[in-house]
């Protein structure tokens, strides 16, 4: 069973910074692995990459996010971190971590539960 679980967010002021994690298990593993990011809906709007990082380190983001947030990995871990700065009110939103994995031959994808982020102005 592969699961996504997230972590790190909450309510915090303009300005500020979270970081969210995403942990990986199950038929996700450091081997099959294709890429991981996170993904973002905020309320009647659709959702949207935020970031993602291949097996190779290489990134990409939204240009919303550029220079404010970072994606990292730990393959040790199995899991990928969202740090994020100078957060603003538009950055509200549920932000869903994602993988893709080879599993049974063919590439997956997968979706965590989703965490809130609040910004307040």
């Known amino acids: 069973q592969a699961q996504l679980v997230e972590s790190g967010g909450g309510l915090v002021q303009a300005g500020g910074s979270l970081r969210l994690s995403c942990a990986a298990s199950?038929?996700?593993?450091?081997?099959?692995?294709?890429?991981m990011g996170w993904y973002r809906q905020a309320p009647g709007q659709q959702r949207e990459l935020v970031a993602r990082?291949?097996?190779?380190?290489?990134?990409n983001y939204a240009d919303s996010v550029k220079f404010r947030f970072t994606i990292s990995r730990d393959s040790a871990k199995n899991t990928v971190y969202l740090q994020m700065n100078s957060l603003k009110p538009e950055d509200t939103a549920v932000y869903y971590c994602?993988?893709?994995?080879?599993?049974?031959?063919?590439?997956?994808?997968?979706w965590g539960q989703g965490t809130q982020v609040t910004v307040s102005s």
């Open positions: 994602a993988a893709t994995a080879l599993v049974d031959s063919s590439y997956r994808d997968y």
């Open positions: 199950g038929s996700i593993n450091s081997k099959n692995v294709m890429g």
């Open positions: 990082i291949n097996t190779s380190g290489g990134t």
